[in-house]
C-alpha cells in the first residue's frame, strides 16, 4: 500500500517477555520516527531515524527499549523484558526528509503486557 | 524547551454547532504548526499546517486553524460540525532546531445529534 504499514495491530504479551513490533514507511521517506501513545494522552516520542541512523534516541525511556532501521526503509522497535507499564500503542510515521515536520502515520500497535 | 497545551481534554458541541478547539505552544521562535485527527482505532491523520505566511490557513474537512504569534496560539475552528467529525484532535509543533515534532495531550471531540 502507499500509507505507513504497521505490525502486529495488537500483541498481547507476559510480562517478562521480548516484543518487536514492525514499520513499513511510506517509500522514498528518509525520516521515520516512533512514538508511543498511552490512553488519553498525546503521542510521545521515542527516537527519529534518519535513513539508517538514529538522529535522535532521547525519547527511549529506557535501556529495554532499542530500535533499528538497517536498510534506511523498514524499522524495528525492539521491547525487551516487558513491564506492564509498557502497555500502549506505538505509532510510527514517516516523512518525506525529516524537515517540514509533517508526519504520514501508521495506525499503530497496540501492546498489552499482562 | 518547546510544549504544546491543549487547554480542553473534552468538547462537546452538537451537530451543526460552530467548533473551536484551544491550542497554544510555547517556542521561542515561529514553529512550524500542525492539527492532527484521530479516529477511534486509526492512526493520525493531517489536517492543516502552518508554516509561515498567511496566519489564516485552511485545510481538509472543512477545517481552518488561525496562528496569532501574539498569544502563542494556533486554535483550530470548523463553522459546522458532523457527527462524522467526533475524534481525538491533536496539535503539534515542530522546529528546525530539534527535528522532533512535539504533541499536545490531545482534546476529545463529542457531537450530540
Known amino acids: 500500500g502507499a500509507g505507513v504499514s504497521q505490525t502486529p495491530s495488537n500483541k498481547v504479551t507476559e510480562k517478562g517477555k521480548y516484543v518487536e513490533l514492525r514499520c513499513d514507511p511510506i517509500?522514498?521517506?528518509?525520516?521515520l520516527y516512533w512514538y508511543r501513545q498511552s490512553l488519553g494522552q498525546g503521542p510521545e516520542f521515542l527516537i527519529y531515524f534518519q535513513g539508517t541512523g538514529a538522529a535522535d534516541d532521547s525519547g527511549l525511556p529506557n535501556d529495554r527499549f532499542f530500535a533499528v532501521r538497517p536498510e534506511g526503509s523498514v524499522s524495528t522497535l525492539k521491547i525487551q523484558r516487558t513491564e506492564r507499564g509498557d502497555s500502549a500503542v506505538y505509532l510510527c510515521?514517516?516523512?518525506?526528509?525529516?524537515?517540514?515536520?509533517?508526519?504520514?502515520f501508521g495506525e499503530g500497535s497496540r501492546l498489552t503486557v499482562l | 524547551a518547546q510544549s504544546v497545551t491543549q487547554p480542553d481534554i473534552h468538547i462537546t458541541v452538537s451537530e451543526g454547532a460552530s467548533l473551536e478547539l484551544r491550542c497554544n505552544y510555547s517556542y521561542g521562535a515561529t514553529p512550524y504548526l500542525f492539527w492532527y485527527v484521530q479516529s477511534p482505532g486509526q492512526g493520525l491523520q493531517l489536517l492543516l499546517k502552518y508554516f509561515s505566511g498567511d496566519t489564516l490557513v485552511q485545510g481538509i474537512k472543512g477545517f481552518e486553524a488561525e496562528f496569532k504569534r501574539s498569544q502563542s496560539s494556533f486554535n483550530l475552528r470548523k463553522p459546522s460540525v458532523h457527527w462524522s467529525d467526533a475524534a481525538e484532535y491533536f496539535c503539534a509543533l515542530f522546529s528546525g532546531g530539534s527535528y522532533i515534532p512535539t504533541f499536545g495531550r490531545g482534546t476529545s471531540l463529542i457531537v450530540h445529534p
Open positions: 517509500s522514498g521517506h528518509t525520516a
Open positions: 510515521a514517516s516523512s518525506l526528509s525529516g524537515s517540514s515536520g509533517e508526519l504520514f
